[in-house]
């Protein structure tokens, strides 16, 4: 082999191994994929709004229910009055007894009592007979729209629990009266829409 061709096969095979001794080109990075955390932290956040929804909405229906059961109560104990010595019921007696009737049929075990009061004119037996007079005629309405004579006892104290002390008209018009007590089922009272 010639020189020439011999310096020309060192050079091509030092040039070879110089390519080949040449580092490789790094591959370019690509940055990590970011992983499903951002949706989950909503979906934390909206469970809490939900659950903050749902108690605020039982709290709601609680206090909705509270008031009715309230009213129910009012309705129930609300009294009835009556002209001077009448036992006959006028027209707002019998609009507060209609009041009644759909808390008495939502409440079957529920019993009243129905005392009649009269105002201090007239005897002591008079005024007892007349208070069982007006007692009686609440009850009889009540059992006319359905309610159950058994549902309701009566009693009459005569003049002997005056609700007003003075000698006036209008002291009198507010003994005039019965009273409804509720003697049984009161823990139990649902309202007339339930």
Known sequence: MLP????LLVVAVLSLSVAACRKKPEPAVVPPTPTPTTPQAPRV???SIDAANRAAAEAAERARLASAIEAARAALVAPIYFDYNMSDLTEASRATLDAKVPVLNANPSLRLRISGHTD???SDEYN???GQRRA????????GRGI????IDIVSFGEERPVATGGTEADFARNRRDEFEIVAGADQLRPADR
């Not at 020439?4 to 310096?7: F, M």
């Not at 159950?148 to 549902?151: E, G, P, T």
């Open 120 to 122: 201090e004119r007239g």
């Open 4 to 7: 020439s061709t011999r310096s």
């Open 136 to 143: 009686a005629a609440a009850r009889r309405y009540l059992e």
């Open 45 to 47: 956040n909206q469970d």
């Open 148 to 151: 159950a004579a058994s549902r």
């Open 128 to 130: 007892l007979a007349l």
